[in-house]
């Protein structure tokens, strides 16, 4: 019993001794420089869109939506799944310039979707000359719809919503990925 306690009791001398000698061998952080508020990275507020190629691969995109309020999904899709994605925002986009099927009181829904293909898909809700798209995604995650802006019909103004920005980043994914096919 004796020896176990001088044994404890040397291994305690030991150990303090590395800590001793650690303590000394660590150098001081350099003091903290301001941050420039004009470097910091905000993330986006409000609904988003992301679309890619995935690098290494031959065909495939990532694509990750976003509600605006801390929600996302994301996804592993094919050539033909984005294509038949860009052909539904283009009709949702076409349909939403039209006057047809608009509410007068109350809004009127209509879902854009490709019959095979029920991973994504547009609605496109009308009161009388505003049409607001909504977004759906689902994938092996779960199911997310994000608005995506609106736009009114017969306006002089160029028109802006999330909607047509995820027609131009789609485009932009598959024409970066042409070099990969």
Avoid: C
Wanted: aromatic residues 6%.
């Amino acid at each position: 019993m004796i020896a176990v306690l001088g044994v404890i009791s040397s291994l305690a001398a030991v150990v303090g001794r590395a800590q001793d000698k650690y303590q000394k061998s660590q150098k001081p952080l350099p003091p903290q420089q301001p941050i420039d508020p004009s470097k910091l990275i905000t993330p986006p507020s409000g609904p988003s869109f992301y679309i890619s190629p995935i690098e290494g691969t031959k065909g495939m995109f990532s694509i990750l939506l976003g509600d605006g309020g801390g929600k996302t999904v994301a996804g592993s899709y094919s050539l033909q799944q984005v294509e038949i994605f860009e052909a539904v925002l283009e009709a949702a986009k076409a349909f939403a310039l039209t006057d047809e099927k608009v509410g007068s009181s109350s809004p009127i829904t209509t879902r854009l979707m490709d019959q095979h293909e029920w991973s994504l898909f547009v609605d496109v809700s009308k009161l009388g000359k505003q049409s607001t798209f909504y977004i759906s995604l689902i994938t092996p995650q779960g199911k997310l719809t994000a608005v995506a802006g609106e736009i009114t019909r017969d306006s002089k103004k160029e028109h802006s919503a999330l909607l047509l920005d995820v027609i131009g980043k789609v485009h932009e994914a598959k024409n970066a990925a042409k070099p990969l096919q």
